[in-house]
């Protein structure tokens, strides 16, 4: 999804288990250049993805849904 993203792209997606995460970390470590393009590559989304118009936008979207009146019960 959005959030996420791709794996390798701005950063790693691993299984959930400590091995999994210590090999991608020591992978990242021995390679200084692949952090510098994961770390542009994640700025640029955040620049593109997280923009303020577009945050304000979800945000008024989410008050609106928040306070339409619901059902009225008996």
């Known amino acids: 999804g959005e959030l996420l993203g791709q794996d390798g792209d701005a950063g790693r997606l691993v299984p959930p288990d400590a091995g999994s995460l210590a090999a991608a970390l020591s992978a990242l470590l021995r390679s200084p250049e692949e952090r510098a393009r ?3 590559a994640g700025r640029k989304r955040v ?7 577009r945050q304000a936008a ?3 979207a989410i008050y ?3 306070c ?3 059902p009225v019960s008996s």
Not at 47 to 53: P, Q, V, Y
Request: charged share 35%; hydrophobic share 35%.
């Open 47 to 53: 620049e593109a993805c997280f923009t303020l118009d």
């Open 68 to 70: 339409l009146p619901g």
């Open 64 to 66: 609106r849904e928040a």
């Open 58 to 60: 979800e945000m008024e």
């Open 38 to 40: 994961m770390g542009e």
